[in-house]
């Protein structure tokens, strides 16, 4: 009975060290996911800044507007993406409210 109690008790802390590592690898996961989510925004913001550069500095023609109307296109799917990944970023958030909960 005493073997029982002490075999429970070392699978008790070896599965309390499998769910630390897995909230730890998760928890790195979930960072690396959001820094490539911010280098994406950043490298779609730069292009669209070296777009709007070469748009004001040249003069506008029938093949200008029409790629002012297609951008125009494009500007509206990134509003669609941005309130879904806005809604990424505050499931990340929960979630590390919630690993932090438990680590406490």
Not at 10 to 35: C, G, N, T, V, Y
Not at 67 to 95: A, D
């Amino acid at each position: 009975n005493e073997q029982i109690e002490q075999q429970k008790q070392e699978q008790l802390a070896l599965l309390k060290q499998i769910e630390e590592e897995r909230a730890r690898l998760e928890a790195d996961f979930l960072k690396i996911q959001m820094q490539t989510c911010s280098e994406e925004a950043k490298k779609k913001k730069e292009e669209e800044e070296q777009s709007q550069m070469l748009q004001s500095h040249s003069v506008p023609s029938t093949d200008q507007q029409n790629k002012v109307e297609h951008e125009t296109g494009n500007t509206t799917v990134s509003e669609t993406r941005s309130p879904r990944e806005g809604s990424h970023l505050q499931m990340i958030r929960n979630y590390q409210q919630h690993l932090l909960q438990q680590n406490r």
